[in-house]
């Protein structure tokens, strides 16, 4: 069965710190692993990841892929206040397969 | 652009009620189309995708349906409502499935009373 695990379900820091985000998974036929963001409402896209070991880079964000391993990480650098959101990770086969997202709060 | 809508963006309805959401999207064609349902403080679970007009598929059993009666256009539906039924419903489209990312709309609020 698919399982797709997200660590720490949820994480305080203060604007300036640094954090990172893990996504462990168990998908068969697995093509590529994708980051969300969600705020308020709909998940915002962030990063797909197909290759392992490429880091794939935007603005303060960062993230990585490890297929032998099966996980990925983001890394979210100079937090701010308007990083506070719940981050999703998805594996994708033939279809997006969610972790339960890590929801960061960054304090001012 | 490719723009995503979905309606209502929240309802309340009593249990046994019928349910009809609705998305749609502009600005691509035979785009691939999903619905989500995410239960409080959880990850989203896929209920229904779409390749094409007509064709559904279902990932979980339930008492929700959906359909395709044009290429852009994706309906959730029940008939009768259940308390388990609430939750923030999710439209996504992507250009092909599998390959691609996918995007969702702004969701609807959905509480069962």
């Known amino acids: 069965e698919d399982k797709v695990v997200q660590s720490p379900l949820s994480l305080v820091v203060h604007e ?23 705020e308020k409402k709909a998940p915002t896209f962030l990063f797909m990841l197909t290759s392992s070991g490429i880091e794939k880079k935007s603005g303060r964000l960062s993230s990585i892929l490890d297929k032998k391993e ?3 990480i983001l890394n979210i650098t100079a937090t701010q206040t308007g990083d506070s959101a719940i981050y999703l ?5 033939n279809d997006m397969r969610f972790g339960a997202g890590t929801r960061l709060t960054v304090k001012p | 652009s490719q723009t995503i809508h979905q309606w209502p963006a929240t309802l309340v309805q009593p249990v046994g009620s019928p ?22 403080g959880r990850g989203l679970q896929l209920l229904f995708y779409s390749v094409g007009i007509g064709q559904i598929s279902s990932e979980v059993p339930q008492n929700l349906s959906a359909s395709r009666p044009q290429d852009r256009q994706f309906i959730l539906s029940s008939k ?33 009373t």
Request: contains cysteine.
């Open chain 1, 16 to 38: 300036g710190d640094t954090v990172t985000l893990n996504c462990s998974y168990e998908v068969t036929n697995f093509r590529s692993l994708l980051w969300y963001k969600q």
């Open chain 1, 70 to 72: 099966l996980f990925s």
């Open chain 1, 89 to 93: 990770c998805a594996p994708l086969d």
């Open chain 2, 19 to 40: 349910l009809s959401l609705e998305c749609t999207v502009e600005g691509t064609s035979n785009p691939n189309l999903y619905w989500y349902r995410q239960a409080a």
């Open chain 2, 80 to 112: 009768k409502l259940l308390l388990s039924d609430s939750g923030f419903y999710l439209c996504a489209w992507s250009r092909d499935r599998g390959y691609y990312e996918q995007y969702f709309g702004p969701g609807t609020r959905l509480t069962v």
